[in-house]
Structures are given as C-alpha cells and as structure tokens.
C-alpha cells in the first residue's frame, strides 16, 4: 500500500502564493513521475504540471512562469510552488504519483486533493 498526503491548500489573494506538497509514504521501490492536476467546479480535471524521475517538467500553459513543480527524491515528496496566483486558479488541486512498488507494480495513485482559493 502506498499513501499520498497533501497539504498547503487555502486561501490566498489573488498575486499571492502558495506551496503545495505530496509526500508519499509505504510500499514504495521507486517513483517515477509526479504531477499536480486541478479541477474547478463545474470543470474537467486537467493536468497544471509534471517532472520526471530525471527532473524534466512541463507545464499546463496558463501557468507558465508562474508555477514552479520539484521533487525531492530522498524524501519521495513532490512540490508545487504557485506564485502570482489568479481567481482562475481555484480549484481542487490533486497529486498523482507514479509508483513502482515493491513487489515491482507499477500503479499509479491520487490524493485526495486540496482545496486552493484565490480571491480577488
């Protein structure tokens, strides 16, 4: 079994910042990729950005130069740093991880998300 944990949600004006982290703990061998998606009401859930195992990351456009995602493998936690934030990134923000576990499956898990509100 593996478990994520999030946390750095809340409230937040809009040009403000938060960080997000996913910590991800059990029955893990490796983690391969990790990324943040979010999803507004009334809205699909769509992917903001994601890195590697070797560090490569992309971005969802609308968050671009604003948003920064990093891992730190020794601790199989991954971050999103948003800064600059917008009314219209309020959302239900969740992590998904990409485990190889280990009796060697790879599965993929979600948080349970967090909940980010930019007010104007």
């Known amino acids: 079994q593996v478990q994520l944990v999030e946390s750095g949600g809340g409230l937040v004006q809009a040009g403000g910042s938060l960080r997000l982290s996913c910590a991800a703990s059990?029955?893990?061998?490796?983690?391969?990729?990790m990324g943040w998606y979010r999803q507004a009401p009334g809205k699909q859930r769509g992917l903001v950005a994601a890195?590697?195992?070797?560090?490569?990351?992309n971005y969802a456009d609308s968050v671009k130069g604003r948003f920064t995602i990093f891992r730190d493998n020794a601790k199989n936690t991954g971050y999103l740093q948003m800064n600059s934030l917008k009314p219209e990134d309020t959302a239900v923000y969740y992590c998904?991880?990409?485990?190889?576990?280990?009796?060697?499956?790879?599965?993929?898990?979600w948080g349970k998300g967090t909940l980010v509100t930019v007010s104007s």
């Open positions: 890195i590697t195992s070797g560090g490569s990351t």
């Open positions: 059990g029955s893990i061998f490796s983690i391969k990729a």
């Open positions: 998904n991880v990409g485990v190889t576990t280990t009796d060697y499956k790879g599965i993929d898990y």
